[in-house]
């Protein structure tokens, strides 16, 4: 069955890093595209960023935009988030999900997620 698991959540300070990785089973990776999709408390899921299956076209939400990077390790069936210059807004719950992105984000295949708290 199609797992999908992210670890990689802390907490840190304004300005930290964070890589967030989704390890996924039970499907063909490669042939799917991969999003990330966060939850801030109160608020209803936001879209951040997706990278397409194998030409690796990314795209980002534009308040993440030149801060987070997206890539995937096909080989080890992996997603990662590289989190930079985070801020206070950034602080949620992110989770991985298989497909393009969606609006609503509501996917059928997802992680349980991992935290993500900026705060001094």
């Known amino acids: 069955q199609v797992q999908l698991v992210e670890s990689g959540g802390d907490m840190v300070q304004p300005g930290g890093s964070l890589r967030l990785t989704c390890a996924a089973s039970?499907?063909?990776?490669?042939?799917?595209?991969m999003t990330w999709v966060r939850q801030a408390p109160g608020k209803g899921p936001e879209w951040v960023s997706t990278i397409q299956p194998t030409i690796w076209s990314t795209s980002y939400t534009d308040s993440v935009n030149f801060r987070f990077t997206i890539s995937r390790d096909n080989a080890k069936n992996t997603l990662y988030l590289q989190m930079n210059s985070l801020k206070p807004e950034d602080t949620a719950l992110y989770y991985c999900a298989r497909g393009p992105r969606m609006s609503p984000p509501n996917y059928t295949y997802r992680g349980q997620g991992t935290q993500v708290t900026v705060s001094s």
């Open positions: 039970g499907f063909t990776f490669n042939a799917y595209a």
